[in-house]
């Protein structure tokens, strides 16, 4: 009966004190937030993941894309990107993406020549993009009635600078808007537009498969040079900035940060261009094979139970033997994680994206907190009767 009482003691402890945790993390966030001393703290915590390692050494499966080619426009004049658009439309590609815009008015002759050339390619799609909440196209010149357009912003709520998720549709009371992989999307026939709206007007982590690695890229120069350019039929071609010359590693002109970055922690230089970042998210559309993102509230159920199963397994060694928990706690500090993050590299080879963030912390404060938690226990019993499974 005694050995009964105990376990329950154990259990009921390990409750508390997890709670306790839970209590202590969330009044450490808060001070992280609202102090802007921590300011910088608080970006690198937005900037990083645990699964960021999945991209960043390589455990993903490259797959190239045949059907979605890259034309890098580098630093051509309208008339050239006219000609080239002239180009493409004569292998019938199934939609042309234009991922620049055309805020202002230059010379007659190059605009008439791009308008003329924009308003005669079939399957367009020509980017947008959002700034204070108000959706900005390219200068009215260049627009013809009934054109398909899609946003180009990757993180709408600005909270992070890494492009892990992608919205394929952004709605509000307001306004309606698909993105530009997604309208790309619609348009080559890949899902209709209902299935756009429907199933992508949430965040979902993009599914990378290799960058510019992916996808066959042309230099402006060789599509208006080349005459076997077959490879454009019933391809997704799109017009975008991929560095002067292509591929040019110290351009970081239109370049972000992406998981695939090998230093995921401190990064200082962006790695991938966006309209390769355009090509993977339209890749996700068209092979269906993206992730599946876990709710916000079935993460913080995984990381409350780790926790809670840590600190069980703390109390259950520091009632053993104090010292050996001393020793043993930071050992657990590191193994657990290790467990966690491994979990969630395995959840992402079968599709799933778990963010185990909150986890790691928790269970790394949690076992910290133990300690403290005997404290309170005695600072508790000195004024009321409280039964422990630490103490007694």
Request: proline share 4%.
């Amino acid at each position: 009966m005694a050995s009964q009482n105990s376990s329950i003691l154990w259990f009921t402890d390990a409750l508390w004190c997890t709670i306790f945790t839970c209590v202590i993390s969330v009044l450490l966030a808060y001070l992280f937030v609202n102090i802007s001393i921590l300011d910088p703290f608080t970006k690198a915590f937005q900037d990083f993941e645990f699964t960021d390692v999945y991209y960043a050494h390589n455990f993903y499966n490259k797959q190239p894309e045949p059907e979605i080619v890259v034309v890098n426009v580098e630093h051509a004049d309208r008339f050239a990107i006219a000609q080239a658009l002239q180009k493409i439309s004569e292998f019938s590609p199934k939609a042309v993406g234009v991922d620049l815009l055309f805020k202002e008015r230059k010379a007659d002759f190059l605009d008439e020549s791009l308008k003329t050339a924009l308003s005669q390619t079939p399957n367009l799609v020509k980017a947008a993009y959002f700034e204070d909440g108000k959706l900005q196209k390219s200068h009215s010149y260049f627009q013809v009635p009934e054109e398909e357009t899609g946003f180009i912003n990757f993180n709408l709520d600005g909270e992070s600078r890494v492009v892990r998720d992608f919205l394929g549709y952004y709605e509000n009371e307001e306004q309606q808007e698909p993105s530009f992989a997604g309208q790309l999307a619609v348009v080559a026939g890949y899902i209709s537009e209902s299935q756009l709206q429907e199933n992508f007007n949430t965040t979902i982590p993009v599914k990378y498969t290799g960058g510019a690695d992916s996808f066959l890229t042309l230099s402006i120069d060789e599509v208006l040079d080349r005459d076997d350019l077959n490879v454009l039929e019933n391809s997704v071609v799109l017009l975008g900035y991929t560095g002067t010359p292509t591929g040019n590693p110290y351009d970081v002109e239109d370049k972000h940060f992406t998981p695939l970055n090998s230093q995921f922690a401190g990064r200082s230089i962006p790695d991938t261009y966006g309209v390769y970042i355009h090509a993977s998210i339209l890749q996700n559309l068209k092979s269906g094979s993206g992730f599946t993102k876990t709710p916000v509230w079935l993460s913080r159920a995984i990381a409350f139970l780790f926790c809670y199963l840590s600190i069980l397994l703390g109390m259950y060694i520091y009632k053993k033997n104090a010292v050996a928990f001393d020793l043993s706690s930071k050992l657990l500090q590191l193994l657990i994680p290790v467990i966690i993050l491994y979990l969630a590299l395995m959840l992402m080879d079968a599709q799933i994206y778990l963010n185990v963030l909150t986890a790691v912390v928790l269970v790394i404060l949690g076992l910290e907190c133990i300690d403290f938690y005997i404290y309170l226990q005695e600072f508790i019993r000195k004024r009321y009767p409280w039964k422990s499974y630490l103490l007694d």
